[in-house]
């Protein structure tokens, strides 16, 4: 029988970041100038995510995604989807990337056996991408999500978080393009995560306003069947493309919400928005048998109350969620750390 939270969630899904670094600045995520980083000798061994991975399946999990960071900045990344691939209780392993070194990676990233590849891409125009992630990328991620389609990644899924001012005008731009390379495109609200130090309410383009948007240019858009538990409610426009939108900041999902994040220097975390997580990693280095730490993980999930997106979206006088000040104290804090 699978681990129940407090409110009767069960553990299926699980998020490892597997560095906190970062090649592009996106202003939503990493808007400052100096970041502290994770001690390189905390981070964790490929053998050590294996280790804590398998205890994972153990509690239930059967979906894992790589993030980071930039998940494509860890050395030899494909050594550790191999492993995670040959798990026997894993059916889904998907990986999130800012594409920017996607091109000479996919083919590798695919032998090695990776299932799903989800790129994220926010913009088509240059100037536009220099302006909102500090770095002139734009090309090398275009020609990572060829790439990913020669490679064989056939359920390819494009993540564009819209903002206002910044790219609300790209809404069809976008999904023409994904139409164009094959690739399902999800909208996402702006969250007010760690990291978010500008974030404010005026800037979210809410799901309701990029369906009504949509169905101006497109015509009338109607809903598509979704798993529960997926972050993603799924549409189509008149035409057959299919679309998703992942409305955490107006509709959050957290009363389905079977995920849990592992930092890449092993602290787990119950929710993106939580504060304090449980050290993994020191048990781990410090031998604790396997029953030890998997009691350990199942106490820590039966206490699991956290329904951080739906206090957000209840919080007055709303702005960024943690003062900067703060995160500078605390790397844990920040979105690249915790992985989106
Ligand atoms: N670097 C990789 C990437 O960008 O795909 C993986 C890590 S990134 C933290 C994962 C996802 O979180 C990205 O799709 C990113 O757009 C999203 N994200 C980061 N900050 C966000 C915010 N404030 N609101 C909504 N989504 C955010
Ligand atoms: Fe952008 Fe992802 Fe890097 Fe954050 S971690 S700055 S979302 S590319």
């Not at 000798?41 to 979906?63: H, I, K, N, Q, T």
């Not at 220099?130 to 990644?153: K, M, Q, T, Y």
């Not at 069809?172 to 309410?201: C, H, K, Q």
């Amino acid at each position: 029988m699978s681990t129940l939270d407090t409110l009767g969630r069960p553990l299926r899904s699980l998020r490892i970041s597997v560095t906190d670094r970062c090649n592009l600045r996106c202003h939503y995520c990493m808007p400052e100038d100096e970041y502290l980083w994770l001690p390189r000798e905390d981070v964790l061994s490929f053998e050590e995510v294996s280790a804590l991975a398998d205890l994972f399946g153990d509690m239930g999990v059967d979906r894992i995604r790589l993030t980071g960071g930039e998940p494509l900045l860890r050395r030899d990344l494909p050594s550790l989807i191999a492993q995670l691939a040959r798990k026997p209780w894993l059916t889904d392993l998907a990986l999130t990337t800012n594409g920017v070194l996607l091109a000479d990676a996919a083919a590798e990233l695919r032998q090695a056996g990776l299932h799903r590849l989800t790129v994220s891409l926010d913009t088509l125009r240059a100037d536009r991408f220099l302006a909102l992630a500090r770095r002139e990328s734009l090309p090398a991620v275009l020609s990572g999500i060829d790439a990913a389609r020669r490679a064989g990644f056939t359920d390819l899924k494009i993540d564009s978080v819209i903002t206002r001012g910044d790219n609300d005008d790209e809404l069809g731009d976008l999904l023409e393009y994904g139409r164009a390379v094959g690739a399902e495109v999800r909208f996402i609200e702006y969250m007010d995560v760690g990291g978010a130090t500008r974030w404010r309410p005026e800037a979210v383009v809410s799901r309701a306003e990029i369906l009504s948007r949509l169905a101006d240019q497109y015509g009338p858009i109607q809903p598509l069947p979704s798993p529960p538990s997926a972050p993603a409610d799924r549409f189509q426009l008149p035409d057959g493309l299919a679309f998703g939108i992942i409305a955490s900041t107006t509709q959050p999902f957290c009363r389905t919400c079977d995920r849990a994040r592992l930092t890449a220097d092993g602290v787990l975390l119950l929710c993106l928005y939580a504060q304090h997580g449980t050290d993994l990693r020191r048990p781990l280095r410090a031998g604790a048998s396997r029953d030890t730490l998997l009691n350990l993980l199942r106490a820590v999930w039966r206490g699991r109350a956290n329904r951080g997106a739906e206090e957000r979206r209840g919080a007055r006088d709303r702005g960024s969620y943690i003062p900067l000040s703060v995160l500078k104290r605390d790397a844990h804090l920040e979105m690249h750390t915790r992985g989106g």
